[in-house]
């Protein structure tokens, strides 16, 4: 963990003023995109890029497969702010710090975040390359401790204790479920884990996590929901199953982060479509 004091108001608003000055876009809708789903960013029109080294206080990200820039531009005739690859707190930093660049798109004015991750498969049905709408999550590390919420509250952002039990808004998720419909692409829907990381879990591990009730485990996403929820923001969810974990000691396979990265390259095509269809669709307020 860091040592810097806790970051406030100030902090975001500064980090925002540096991003509007230097872009004329006025993104409403944020997405962060997970490893080895970069190439997302591609497809974004009248780009505007922007390294995190070069907006103030952003978390640097130093993970293979997190390119760490901002994109702002269209993407399906809506103004994003994509942010690919993000910073993890396994990285040596506070899960706030973590979670600041998701206070800045808020101070920006964005009001609706979309997600994007690699996730472990638990669920024994699916398979590495399956794309799964987040409906809800478990918090192992945040329920334990590891809380990006920890520390003085700021009112003006949101309360100290906000509700979770509507994390992923229904409307949103429902509005997935249709466009993936239409387009023919095969969407799971599941509980995500969220783990701290970076190890990969043991096979006991795996048959605990799925005992609990979750369909896919990964190392981030958690925090950033959390954090938008304080705000009151919108949350979307989608997680590509990168690979399936490990639930038995006898087997030869390791899980490893190369893995996780063809995987995205796999998902990628069928993330752009649904995420085309749904931000064309998506009603911004
Ligand atoms: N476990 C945890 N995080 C992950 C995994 C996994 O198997 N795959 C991608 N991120």
Known sequence: MSDHPPFTREHYREAAETIRRWTRHRPQIGIILGSGLNSLADEVEAANRLAYTDIPHFPPTGVAGHVGQMVLGQLAGRDVLIMQGRAHAYEGISLQHAT????????LGIRTLIVTNAAGGLNPGWHAGDL?????????????????LWGPNDDS???R??????????????????????????LRQGVYCGLAGPAFETP????FLRLSGADACGMSTVPEVMVACHMGMRVLGFSGISNVAIDNLDADEAANH???????????????ALLRGVLAAIPVA
């Open 100 to 107: 600041l660049p998701v206070r800045v798109m808020h101070e």
């Open 132 to 148: 799964m709408l987040i409906t809800d999550h478990i918090g192992l590390s945040a329920m334990v401790g590891h809380n990006p």
């Open 157 to 159: 952002l949101g309360p």
């Open 161 to 186: 204790f906000p509700a979770l039990s509507k994390a992923y808004d229904p409307a949103l998720r429902r509005l997935a479920v249709k466009v993936a419909a239409e387009l023919g692409i095969e």
């Open 204 to 207: 006991a591990e795996v048959r």
């Open 258 to 272: 190369e893995e996780v990265l063809a995987a995205g390259q796999t998902l990628v095509p069928r993330l752009i």
